[in-house]
């Protein structure tokens, strides 16, 4: 699962560089492993061509260790027994007219957990539309409530593959909210004010000479889940370059 986690690094890395080219003054928000395990399902029942550009665009060797090596870490993801809630489902949404090979459909139950459920777009795109979206919204406890837009999906829409995720934990550390404040943010175009939180306490910091940025490990309760904050130097540009 090495090969696996360092594949979907890879490819979060060069998603987001992508994603930051359009405007590099907006938040990215996005969850790579939502997209890599959707994309590796459309891998296993891709040939030719199309099986060589998903696992390149992955950063993946073709093989069946990729799906097991998905199975694995989806089951760690999905663990039971935490001091945190950390969910995360896939589902296949199929055209009932369209004939899917019955070991595609028992793949992608085995090593990703995903049903395929078949749905009518072609009789009522719209009732498919709203369907989905119940789906996630079920699956992300109301998070997300419509992840389908109007015109997202049609009458000749075969597979609709969709991933929720769902996380909600605590801090080791908690944080008291009589101690946020405004606070002067700073981003390569300006200086705004934004609500800062204030914590004392130990944490686990670094120093990355490459990226000229601080390294910060805040844990979540129970130390197994951690969210990493890189702080720049002033006058560090913010640029994603290739």
């Known amino acids: 699962m090495d090969n696996l986690g360092e594949a979907n690094g890879t490819f979060a890395i060069n998603l987001f560089k992508m994603l930051g080219e359009e405007d590099n003054s907006r938040n990215v928000f ?9 994309l590796a399902m459309v891998l296993m029942g ?13 950063c993946l060797n073709t093989g069946k260790e990729v799906h097991q090596g998905f199975q694995s870490l989806l089951s760690e993801v999905n663990k039971s027994g935490t001091q945190y ?3 995360t489902a896939n589902r296949l949404f199929g055209e009932k007219t369209c004939e899917f090979l019955p070991a595609f459909k028992e793949s992608c139950q085995k090593f990703y957990q995903a ?8 009789e009522d795109t719209e009732e ?19 992840i389908l837009g109007v015109g997202t999906v049609g009458p000749l829409t075969k597979l609709v593959l969709v ?8 801090w080791n550390e908690q944080f008291d ?23 004392h306490a130990d944490f686990k910091m670094g120093y990355v000479d490459e990226v000229h940025s601080q390294v910060l490990e805040l844990p979540y309760v129970g130390e197994e889940l951690s969210m990493t904050v890189l702080l720049p130097d002033d006058n560090t540009d913010l640029t994603m370059n290739n």
């Open 46 to 58: 891709a040939k030719g061509d199309t099986e060589a550009q998903i696992s390149q665009a992955l």
């Open 30 to 38: 996005f969850s790579p492993l939502s997209i890599s395990s959707a």
């Open 115 to 122: 049903e395929l459920e078949e749905l009518s777009f072609t």
């Open 85 to 87: 809630l950390l969910r």
């Open 128 to 146: 498919c539309r709203n369907h989905i979206n119940d789906w996630v919204t079920k699956k992300t406890e109301g998070k997300i409530s419509e």
């Open 177 to 199: 909210r009589k101690h946020t404040r405004g606070m002067p943010f700073k981003t390569n175009q300006e200086e705004k004010t934004v609500q800062m939180m204030f914590k």
């Open 163 to 170: 991933n929720a995720i769902y996380f909600k934990g605590k």
